[in-house]
């Protein structure tokens, strides 16, 4: 699987961004991969943001991110979304999102990650 994250950017505090995630997937369809968010600040380790299960039916997410961000996906579209309302400063990080199969536990596909800044 091949993931291309694409839609990082700069903006002030209180603002909104959707991430997105488009996903190749040669011998298998994405909607068999269940997706994730995670993201990593300047001189901190990467954290876990946000998951989808493969049919959308189960999400979860960091607590601090909770009533701020909403993640979904559209199977037929193969592309995963991470929508991010009332950002702040500290949602600074280079975002990375990450599939795996549904029945294993470790992410193993990863995209490029896209930057996300948030100037107070």
Known sequence: VQLQASGGG???????????????????TFSVYDMAWFRQAPGK?????????????????????KGRF?????NAKNTGYLQMSSLKPEDTAVYYCACKR???????????????????
């Open 10 to 28: 700069l903006v002030q505090a209180g603002g909104s961004l959707r991430l997105s995630c488009a996903a190749s997937a040669s011998g298998r």
């Open 45 to 65: 380790e990467r954290e876990f943001v946000a998951a989808i299960s493969w049919n959308g039916a189960t999400t979860d997410y960091t607590d601090s991110v």
């Open 70 to 74: 909403t993640i979904f996906r559209d």
């Open 102 to 120: 549904n029945d294993v536990v470790i992410y193993s596909y990863w995209g490029q990650g896209t930057q996300v800044t948030v100037s107070s």
